[in-house]
Structures are given as structure tokens and as C-alpha cells.
């Protein structure tokens, strides 16, 4: 998984709690990305960064935030879980001379 | 858990036969195309890519093609393996801002 790590790999969580998702690259690549992949949905992006304090919305954001204050590490973070967050969440990271993203290896994410 | 693969169209092959998955691609300004594989639990595995300027490109076992009049990607496994049964989705972008689109993915099932 291309020294990508996921933290936690996976999570029971109940609705209204506070969640953050942890990804970890030893690459020091400068670009990652959050997505999450359902059923009949594919990947859909959530937030990206393209460096340290330097982040974005993506197609999906509404009720996560993000924060990357190291180059290695990217947090997601669900202020207060919902049903509907219940997913399989990769983290992703590329370099900017390159289009290829390389995943991590998911975090299961279960919202009761 | 519930698998990626679920709601997926599948291809059944043969082991030891060629495999030929296609994708449909909607924006005419992608410039830049990959093939991802996934298997079960696990994160997408970068496979090939593909730019614009080519219409065919070649790896191990493995071949690209790219038909930009009618928007076509197609990935063509040789000798088909039972290690190769997986979701195979392709991904597009335009310009350099790395940001990718994913289609949903066709499920790849190899019979013995």
C-alpha cells in the first residue's frame, strides 16, 4: 500500500460522537485525499490537501472537516456521526508531477 | 461486511483466457487515465495508466487501449488468473490538478 497506514482499520461508533480518522504516509508526497467508497457509488472524494495547512472540499464534504499540519499525516474528522457516514473510507496520496493516486488500505467505519 | 463488489456488473472468465473490461468516459478534456484494481479488504492497487496522447500502452499481462472519438478505455488482461478475480474501476482528470474521477467499477471473476 505504497507506505500509506490507516488508523483505526476499523470502528463501531454511535450516532452524535465525535470521530477522527488518521492516515500516515512515509512517502513525503505532498498531495492527499480522503474518499469514501459505498455500494453502487464508487469513490467519491471527500477533502484533499496539496500541502502542510493547505486543504479543499470535495464532492462530498458536508460533516467532515480535515486537518494536515505535517507533511506525513492527513485527520479526518466527523464532528458528530451519522447513519449515512457509515463507509469504508480510503486515504490517498500522489505527487503533483504525477496523476496516479496510491491508496491506503480503508478504514471500516460503522455509525449505530 | 458488505462487499465493494456488491450492485457491480460482473464479467466471468475462464482461467487461462484473455479478460477485456471496458469503461465509458464522459468528460471529452480527460487527458489522463487508470486502471485500478481491488480485491476484497483491501484498498484500490494501482494497475496502468494512460495519456491522451496514446491510444495503446502495455505493461505485464496487462494492456491499456484508449478510443478518445467515442470516449473508451478498455483493459485487457492476458491468461486471466485466479489472483486477477478483483473489482476493476478506471479513473479520469483533467489538466494537472490531480483531482480524479472513478467510475463504479465491473467485477472480475475468474472460473477454475
Known amino acids: 500500500d505504497a507506505g500509506i497506514t490507516q488508523s483505526p482499520r476499523h470502528k463501531v461508533t454511535e450516532t452524535g460522537t465525535p470521530v477522527t480518522l488518521r492516515c500516515h504516509q512515509t512517502?513525503?508526497?505532498?498531495?492527499m485525499y480522503w474518499y469514501r467508497q459505498d455500494p453502487g457509488h464508487g469513490l467519491r472524494l471527500i477533502h484533499y490537501?496539496?500541502?502542510?495547512?493547505?486543504?479543499d472540499k470535495g464532492e462530498v464534504s458536508d460533516g467532515y472537516s480535515v486537518s494536515r499540519s505535517k507533511t506525513e499525516d492527513f485527520l479526518l474528522t466527523l464532528e458528530s456521526a451519522t447513519s449515512s457516514q457509515t463507509s469504508v473510507y480510503f486515504c490517498?496520496?500522489?505527487?503533483?508531477?504525477?496523476?496516479?493516486?496510491?491508496f491506503g488500505p480503508g478504514t471500516r467505519l460503522t455509525v449505530t | 461486511g458488505e462487499s465493494v463488489g456488491l450492485h457491480l456488473p460482473t464479467l466471468s472468465v475462464q482461467e487461462g483466457d484473455n479478460s477485456i473490461i471496458n469503461c465509458a468516459y464522459s468528460n471529452s478534456a480527460s487527458d489522463y487515465f487508470i486502471w485500478y484494481k481491488q480485491e476484497s479488504g483491501k484498498g484500490p492497487q494501482f494497475i496502468i495508466d494512460?495519456?491522451?496522447?496514446?491510444d495503446k500502452r502495455q505493461g505485464q499481462r496487462v494492456t491499456v487501449l484508449l478510443n478518445k472519438t467515442v470516449k473508451h478505455l478498455s483493459l485487457q488482461i492476458a491468461a486471466t488468473q485466479p489472483g486477477d478475480s478483483a473489482v476493476y474501476f478506471c479513473?479520469?482528470?483533467?489538466?494537472?490538478?490531480?483531482?480524479?474521477?472513478f467510475g463504479k467499477g465491473i467485477t472480475l471473476s475468474v472460473r477454475p
Open positions: 494512460i495519456r491522451s496522447n496514446m
Open positions: 479513473a479520469e482528470n483533467e489538466g494537472a490538478n490531480s483531482k480524479l474521477t
Open positions: 490537501s496539496y500541502g502542510v495547512k493547505d486543504t
Open positions: 512517502e513525503n508526497h505532498r498531495y
Open positions: 490517498a496520496i500522489s505527487e503533483p508531477s504525477a496523476g496516479e493516486q496510491y
